[in-house]
């Protein structure tokens, strides 16, 4: 399936290649707020685990995970 533009390349002319620069944002963003808030302190550790937990929810793995 090619993108909006009907190019079949995506970044570095690799085919099936897109950027998803939107969702990382966004994700990178709900983070972020989740682990400012006041007195809170994480673990790179921890981090992580909070990362790929959205990750399960951005891609639908989570349904499929608490089933």
């Known amino acids: 399936m090619a993108p909006p533009g009907g190019s079949r390349a995506g970044p570095a002319g690799r085919p099936g290649v897109w950027a998803l620069g939107t969702q990382e944002g966004t994700n990178a963003h709900l983070l972020a707020r989740r682990m400012k808030r006041k007195g809170m302190a994480w673990s790179a550790r921890r981090a992580r685990y909070l990362a790929k937990a959205r990750e399960l929810v951005t ?5 499929a995970l608490a089933s």
């Open 59 to 63: 891609n639908g793995g989570y349904d």
